[in-house]
Nanobody, 129 residues
Framework: VQLVESGGGSAQAGGSLRLSCAIS????????VAWFRQAPGKEREGISY????????HYAQAVKDRFTISTDNAKNTVYLQMNSLKPEDTAVYYC???????????????????????WGKGTLVTVSS
């Protein structure tokens, strides 16, 4: 199993970036994929997830109406379109995958992210004012 993030970089406040999470060894029909981020000195936080099986998407309040999660079935890839970026969005962004019940437990009940089995190595997003 491999998750590889890409698309990070620098942006001005108000700008946009699109992150990709290319997945191998897991089916998006079975597993739920989430995006997390970790800012310097802060804990890792779950910001969005998507489940094709349950036909559900979720966004944390901090990114709702600015970020959009989606999948490309043919490429087995999950995207995070980030618009109206703010300096406080600066963080390392990670994608993670696991069964839906575990992802929901971690993100909605704020359980430890380490409970999820599959992680990418992260991609850095820096937003300047």
């Amino acid at each position: 199993v491999q998750l590889v993030e890409s698309g990070g970089g620098s942006a001005q406040a108000g700008g946009s970036l699109r992150l990709s999470c290319a997945i191998s060894g897991l089916s998006l029909d079975t597993y739920t994929v989430a995006w997390f981020r970790q800012a310097p000195g802060k804990e890792r936080e779950g910001i969005s997830y998507i489940s094709r099986r349950e036909n559900v998407t979720h966004y944390a309040q901090a990114v709702k109406d600015r970020f959009t999660i989606s999948t490309d079935n043919a490429k087995n890839t999950v995207y995070l379109q980030m618009n109206s970026l703010k300096p406080e969005d600066t963080a390392v962004y990670y994608c993670a995958a696991d069964l839906a019940v575990k992802v929901v437990t971690v993100i909605l009940l704020q359980r430890g992210p380490d409970n999820l089995d599959y992680w990418g190595k992260g991609t850095l997003v820096t937003v300047s004012s």
